[in-house]
């Protein structure tokens, strides 16, 4: 061998081996080719089968068209003639005969009794009988009550005698019980009326039911200096108080006073005390009601 290649003649020319082996390996790999896209192409997916569902249809009922209702044929309104005029007629009317009054009927007065419980016409706070309206009290001055103690007993025996005429029946004038003479009493409360005036009725409020009182009248200058005077009138009799309140009649409504006095002769047996303690009457509210 020379530099690796045979010698001539000895193993013989074969330079066409490595051509004929390239020729096969690019025949191999161009039928692996055709092979490979031939498969590509020839494996197609496979779908799912469609079922279809075929739905029967229905045939729409049938429809009775609606019969229209016969109609009547209406009658032509016949014309109304016109309605004659009717002639007017004059009527004569008897003359008016005057209506003859009728007397209305009259009801006899009932008399009025005087309540009992308290002596003379007495009767219960905002009294009266037979439901009638009572004219108001007379209004007093402030200084026309005053105390009538003709027989000089002490001054500190007696309240203020304005407060019987303040209008408040929550206070009053009092009087002290003389424990010497008890239950008998004599003082009061004079009332001026500073002019004369009618009076038919008196109002009293106290606090010590069961006193025994009097009502005079005076018509003078000054009030009389003691109570067995003959200007003293007597207006009602001598009468027990059995209530706090009493509303006393009283006479001669005709004629005019100026000086009203309210007269206490004997306390209540509640109001007596002890010589120690005496006992006090008391006069809340005294009010003077004009006749009518």
């Known amino acids: 061998m020379q530099c690796g290649h045979g010698a001539p003649g000895s193993v013989g020319d074969r330079s066409w081996r490595p051509w004929a082996i390239a020729l096969g390996a690019t025949a191999v790999l ?9 498969a590509a ?4 997916p496979q779908h799912a089968a469609i079922r279809t569902l075929t739905v029967a249809q229905v045939a729409p009922a049938a429809t009775t068209p609606a019969t229209p209702a016969p109609t009547t044929p209406v009658a032509p309104v016949a014309k109304i003639p016109p309605v004659a005029k009717t002639p007017k007629i004059k009527l004569k009317l008897p003359a008016k005969t005057p209506a003859t009054p009728v007397p209305a009927a009259t009801t006899p007065a009932t008399p009025t009794t005087p309540a009992t419980g308290g002596g003379e016409g007495t009767s219960t706070a905002g009294g009266g009988s037979g439901g009638e309206a009572q004219p108001a009290a007379i209004l007093l ?3 026309a009550a005053s105390t009538y103690n003709p027989y000089g007993y002490p001054a500190s025996s007696f309240g203020d005698p304005s407060l019987t005429i303040d209008g408040d029946p929550s206070t009053g004038w009092s009087a002290q019980v003389n424990p010497a003479t008890a239950p008998a009493m004599a003082e009061g409360v004079v009332i001026d009326l500073k002019s004369t005036k009618k009076i038919a009725s008196v ?26 005077d003959p200007a003293w009138v007597p207006l009602s009799r001598s009468l027990t ?52």
Do not use: C, M
């Open 41 to 44: 192409l020839s494996n197609k």
């Open 30 to 38: 161009v039928l692996a080719a055709a092979g490979a896209g031939y």
């Open 203 to 228: 109002k009293l409020v106290t606090t010590t039911p069961g006193l025994t009182l009097q009502i005079y009248g005076a018509n003078a200058k000054t009030a009389p200096t003691s109570i067995t």
């Open 141 to 143: 001055d402030t200084d």
């Open 241 to 292: 108080v059995k209530k706090r309140h009493a509303k006393i009649g009283l006479r001669d409504k005709t004629k005019a006073y100026r000086f009203i006095t309210v007269w206490i002769s004997g306390a209540p047996a509640s109001s007596l005390g002890t010589p120690e303690r005496p006992g006090r009457v008391t006069l809340n509210e005294i009010e003077l009601f004009p006749a009518s």
